[in-house]
């Protein structure tokens, strides 16, 4: 029998994954149906190069980068996202990590060197990255709620 130390893990992680597709999937979906739509995997695949170019790695081919980001993306999102944890405090927790990282979102890939253009280019492509990254979040809470009323 599991204690309660890793069953509260599982669940972060869970409920961090869960949040993490979401996102995924609607940036995904959006991008075939609006120009406007913010490019985190354009971002993505920037910053992987930049990586690579610092560590003076080989650069991989656009399919790869681009799957290698993919899963990046719902990793990283996903272990910010468990950080939503559990309790009644988790929507709140859920929709402050969720605006932090969109606002993120808009704010550092400049300074960073990867662009404005992906994910700041027009008010509704910053609106729907904040928006976006608030739903995963939400969703990250959303699981994590569902899983402490299923536990008892």
Do not use: C, F
């Amino acid at each position: 029998m599991a204690d309660s130390h890793s069953d509260d893990l599982i669940q972060s992680l869970v409920s961090g994954l869960s949040g993490s597709v979401v996102l995924t999937l609607v940036h995904q979906a959006a991008k075939e149906l609006t120009p406007d739509a913010p490019r985190m995997d354009v971002l993505g695949v920037r910053g992987l190069r930049q990586l690579l170019a610092a560590a003076d790695a080989p650069q991989p081919g656009p399919e790869t980068a681009y799957n290698v980001t993919m899963a990046g993306d719902l990793l990283v999102n996903g272990l910010y996202y468990s950080l939503v944890g559990s309790g009644p405090d988790a929507w709140w927790r859920g929709a402050a990590l969720g605006v932090a990282a969109g606002v993120g979102g808009v704010v550092l890939p400049g300074p960073l060197g990867l662009g404005d253009g992906p994910s700041n280019r027009t008010p509704q492509t910053k609106l729907m990255t904040v928006a976006w990254y608030t739903l995963g979040g939400l969703v990250a809470a959303g699981v994590s709620r569902w899983w402490n009323r299923a536990a008892k």
